[in-house]
């Protein structure tokens, strides 16, 4: 699965966009202030989709981007 990080110039995450299966060719990613634009491919089974999307609230969001941010460190 395409997970696509968006990140603030001190490497802190801005937004998390999981991307669909289909195929969209090309697309265009800005960060306003700078930053960066990470993609990660990850196993469904490693990361809890639902607490990234903030639907478990703000603590489980924050656990959920502590993870993505330690396989940042490790690509």
Do not use: Y
Request: glycine content about 14%; some cysteine.
């Amino acid at each position: 699965m395409k997970i696509t990080v968006l990140c603030d110039k001190a490497g802190e995450i801005e937004s998390v966009a999981i991307l669909s299966a289909a195929p969209v060719g090309q697309f265009h990613i800005e960060v306003e202030g700078g930053g960066a634009v990470h993609q990660l491919d990850v196993d469904e089974h490693e990361v809890d989709l639902p607490a990234l999307m903030g639907h478990k609230g703000l603590d489980a969001q924050r656990q959920g981007h502590a993870s993505l941010r330690g396989k940042l460190r490790g690509a």
